[in-house]
């Protein structure tokens, strides 16, 4: 059995888009993380440190967003599962970011899923 920790439709702001102009404002991306994980100790517990504080994540998710321009939301996603599996003890991360950015559409949306090796 597998016990699931999710942080749904996050706003972060990012420098993101092929062409230049685009990467020059910030923009809005809505971001969900789903991060599987063992939950029976902390429920047994009741401590923060036997499962994923998904504040912190939050936090980790905003400082790498705005860390630096990139052109591709599948780069940012690749890069926030990598910090995910690399900080927190997540058995595998599921990531979607959706970007605001065609007419007469509500979304485009990329997902990975990424598996500890």
Do not use: W
């Not at 420098?15 to 991306?29: K, N, S």
């Not at 939950?39 to 517990?45: G, Y």
């Not at 923060?48 to 996603?77: C, M, N």
């Amino acid at each position: 059995m597998s016990d699931r920790i999710v942080i749904r439709e996050m706003e972060i702001q990012c420098r993101i888009g092929v062409p230049d102009e685009e990467r020059a404002e910030p923009q809005a991306l809505r971001v969900t993380i789903e991060m599987d994980v063992d939950t029976a100790t902390s429920a047994k517990t009741d401590n923060i440190g036997q499962t994923v504080d998904y504040f912190l994540v939050y936090q980790r998710v905003h400082t790498l967003s705005e860390a630096r321009p990139r052109k591709l939301i599948e780069t940012l996603a690749e890069e926030i599962s990598q910090m995910v599996l690399g900080e927190f003890q997540v058995k595998t991360v599921l990531v979607r970011i959706d970007k605001f950015i065609l007419p007469n559409t509500r979304a485009v949306s990329v997902e990975i899923q990424r598996r500890q090796n």
